[in-house]
Each structure stands twice: as structure tokens, then as C-alpha cells.
């Protein structure tokens, strides 16, 4: 699946509440922090910090809301507040 705005390639996820929102590609390591937003595994959208896990600890795996990297809008469900 490609993205209509920025062509890059995506997939879609489903969210705790059941909504679908789409996102980037492979999985990120993150852990406590603000800077970045995350689903986790669970469904969630999580205010973390996006690490590399040579350089750091992690807390969990998840992945990155296509909104964050797209430059362009894109739907998101109500669950993703910025
Ligand atoms: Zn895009």
C-alpha cells in the first residue's frame, strides 16, 4: 500500500478503539519521553521517545503514525491528538 499524498509506502493499523489509521513502514524502539508519538503493539498512541537500540535502552517496540513522517495531511482518527 502506497500513501496518496507523499507515495511512499504504508500500511494500515488498527487502533484500541477500533479505528485504522495508517502508518510508516517497520517497527521503532522507544522509551520514556515526549518528543515523538508511537503505537505501541497494544493499539495505543503513546508519547515516547523514538531511540536507536545500539545507542539506547528501549521500553518497548511500536510503530510510527504515517502522519509524523508524511509532510502532508493526512485522516487520522480522534485517538491521535498532538
Ligand atoms: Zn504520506
Known amino acids: 500500500m502506497v500513501c496518496e499524498k507523499c507515495g511512499r ?21 522507544w522509551r520514556e519521553g515526549k518528543e515523538d508519538r508511537v503505537l505501541t503493539m497494544d493499539g495505543e498512541i503513546i508519547r515516547c521517545k523514538i531511540v536507536h537500540p545500539q545507542d539506547d535502552t528501549f521500553d518497548g517496540i511500536g510503530f510510527v503514525p504515517h502522519a509524523a513522517t508524511c509532510g502532508q495531511q493526512v485522516e487520522l482518527g480522534e485517538a491521535v491528538v498532538i
Do not use: S, T
Request: charged share 30%; glycine share 10%.
Open 9 to 29: 509506502r504504508i500500511r494500515n493499523a488498527r487502533l484500541l478503539d477500533g479505528k485504522w489509521i495508517p502508518i510508516d513502514q517497520g517497527v521503532v524502539f
